[in-house]
Nanobody
């Protein structure tokens, strides 16, 4: 398995979750690792990305609440999600791109060549 997301679950509004994305060593060395999400009946949406040099980019909807990071020793990327809202409910996917993407391409799903299987996050009281 090249990418495997985990850590989803049910959480109350205002709560926190940390998602993990375990990668093979080769995939983890990709130029860009990203998180996307897809709510029921909606298109896949960009959440956050981290470059090989650790530069990060976030969607406006999660900026200030979510933090993307990676642990090189564990070949794992994380998404710390705080102050969760019901509208954050979705299946969360991690993805990797071998290309050095320009900022405007980070949010485009077709820019990524490898995808994990997704983990469900439900924010509800």
């Amino acid at each position: 398995v090249q990418l495997q997301a985990s850590g989803g679950g049910l959480v109350q509004p205002g709560g926190s979750l940390r998602l993990s994305c375990a990668a093979s060593e080769r995939t983890f060395s990709s130029n860009v690792l990203g998180w996307f999400r897809q709510a029921l009946g909606k298109e896949r949406e960009f959440v956050a990305a981290i470059r090989r040099g650790r530069d990060t980019t976030y969607s406006n909807s999660v900026k200030g609440r979510f933090t993307v990071s990676k642990d090189i020793a564990k070949n794992t990327m994380y998404l710390q999600m705080n102050s969760l809202k019901p509208e954050d409910t979705a299946i969360y996917y991690c993805a990797a791109s071998v290309s050095s993407l320009i900022t405007s391409s980070l949010s485009i799903p077709e820019s990524y060549h490898t995808w994990g299987q997704g983990t469900q996050v439900t924010v509800s009281s």
